[in-house]
């Protein structure tokens, strides 16, 4: 079931973030409906102080703690024909690529597709929306990534670039992911900007893709 979050308002989270600092900004086109109640959040698991949100944390999917800056020119050295796989993750010659920095709603975890709601009620499935706009900004055009170590799953964690646009951007920017603020602060800006256009999942009740894992994991 999906998480109704509308106890949290869109000032919450900004109140948050003013305490933290912002990095450069890197725009898409997700889904957007117009709602006049407050913009849903994620859920509240989001730490509050010191280093908390870089280290101590496991994730079913990734344990991403190599970006939180912005200010180094990155080491593209892997490049090539991308496959995408969801969201957040893609392979380029055989190598599988989880980005790093952002989380997306899953489109094929164990068989299931995340599904969010929106204003009006409907139910769509964002998993697949997640995955249908990361092709749509790469648009068959050579990839390019950093690597910045591996996962315990031995996938690389990278910030990847399609034509010079930074694709994690684009897709937390159209509200087809989310700025993973419990591992970097890197896509935070992003964030803040598609919570306030309520475009993509922002536009209605959502439930973080971790917990939505959580939840849908054949494992617990």
């Not at 900004?14 to 725009?27: C, T």
């Not at 995408?84 to 380029?92: C, M, Y």
């Not at 950093?146 to 799953?153: N, V």
């Amino acid at each position: 079931m999906l998480k109704n979050n509308k106890n949290k308002t869109l000032f919450t989270i900004i109140s948050f973030l003013i305490f933290l600092p912002f990095g450069q900004s890197q725009e898409g086109d997700g889904e957007r409906e117009t709602d006049t109640g407050p913009s849903p959040i994620q859920s509240g698991s989001i730490p509050m102080s010191g280093n908390d949100y870089i280290y101590g944390y496991g994730d079913t999917t990734l344990d991403d703690k190599y970006l939180n800056r912005k200010d180094q020119m990155p080491n593209l050295n892997i490049t090539g024909t991308a496959k995408v796989i969801d969201g957040d993750t893609i392979t380029i010659n055989g190598t599988k690529i989880r980005f790093s920095g952002i989380d997306a709603p899953e489109s094929h975890f164990y068989g299931q597709t995340q599904y969010c709601q929106k204003p009006n009620g409907k139910i769509w499935a964002c998993g697949k929306k997640a995955t249908a706009k990361l092709k749509e900004l790469i648009n068959n055009q050579e990839v390019q990534c950093t690597d910045e170590g591996r996962d315990k799953y031995d996938r690389t964690l990278s910030v990847c670039y399609a034509n010079g646009v930074d694709l994690q951007s684009e897709m937390v920017k159209s509200g087809m992911a989310i700025a993973y603020l419990k591992y970097s602060r890197r896509y935070e800006n992003e964030m803040v900007e598609a919570m306030t256009n309520r475009v993509g999942i922002w536009s209605g009740n959502f439930l973080d893709p971790e917990d939505w894992r959580k939840e849908n994991s054949r494992r617990n």
